[in-house]
């Protein structure tokens, strides 16, 4: 069954370190992936994507992920947190063969200590 | 332009009531979505629309009646709610359904309460 994990349920970083947030899914074709990220309140803004080509993805608000298919993964990274990430990250794949349907990860909270 | 637009920001309704929520998108996309998301948890699917046709409905109760007018606009007409549908409802849309993958452009959703 196709399935993402994001292993940290609440992440805590001072502000100006670098970040990892980890996400590994499980999806029996070429996987569609997506890191999204949510205000308190507020919709899902799309940072990034991956389709194919460059596993290197750059996105919005100085964000990186990498897809690694060896290892299942796609990491979302940052060499420097600003107070202002502080939010609900979400990774997310998505099933062409389901009309794009999307399946999420079950968040990352993220706090900004100043 | 990726904008998605939802009315109203915020309902609380009566477990009698029936509210509409609406979702509006221009940017051409022809496939749009309603998801449910609770507190703490990530969005749920309900339903889908293809090229202005229901594709994908995930199981929800017939309380929750979708309805696309044209590609632009999407509706979600809700009667006879129970407390435990309070949540925050997401649109989204994409530039096509079907087979093929695109991305989903999401609204900033509707904070339902049900009372």
């Known amino acids: 069954a196709q399935s993402v994990t994001q292993p940290d349920i609440h992440i805590t970083v001072s502000e100006g370190a670098s970040l990892e947030l980890r996400c590994n899914y499980s999806y029996g074709a070429t996987p569609y992936l997506f890191w999204y990220v949510q205000s308190p309140g507020q919709g899902l803004q799309l940072l990034l994507k991956y389709f194919s080509g460059d596993t290197l993805v750059q996105g919005i608000k100085g964000f990186e992920a990498e897809f690694k298919r060896s290892q299942s993964s796609f990491h979302l990274r940052t060499p420097s947190v600003l107070w202002s990430d502080a939010a609900e990250y979400f990774c997310a794949v998505a099933l062409y063969n389901q009309g794009g349907k999307l399946i999420f990860g079950q968040g990352t909270e993220l706090s900004v200590k100043p | 332009d990726t904008e998605v637009t939802q009315t109203p920001k915020h309902l609380v309704m009566g477990m009698t009531n029936k509210k509409s929520l609406k979702c509006e998108q221009h940017?051409?996309?022809?496939?749009m979505y309603w998801y449910k998301q609770k507190a703490k948890k990530p969005p749920e699917l309900m339903f889908v629309y293809s090229y202005e046709k229901l594709s994908i409905n995930e199981s929800v109760p017939s309380r929750f009646s979708p309805e696309c007018p044209n590609s632009s606009l999407l509706n979600l007409h809700l009667h006879a709610l129970q407390p435990e549908d309070s949540a925050l409802y997401l649109c989204?849309?994409?530039?096509?359904?079907?087979?093929?993958?695109?991305?989903?452009?999401f609204g900033p959703g509707t904070r339902l309460t049900v009372l």
């Open positions: 989204a849309s994409s530039q096509v359904g079907g087979p093929s993958t695109d991305t989903q452009y």
């Open positions: 940017m051409g996309h022809r496939a």
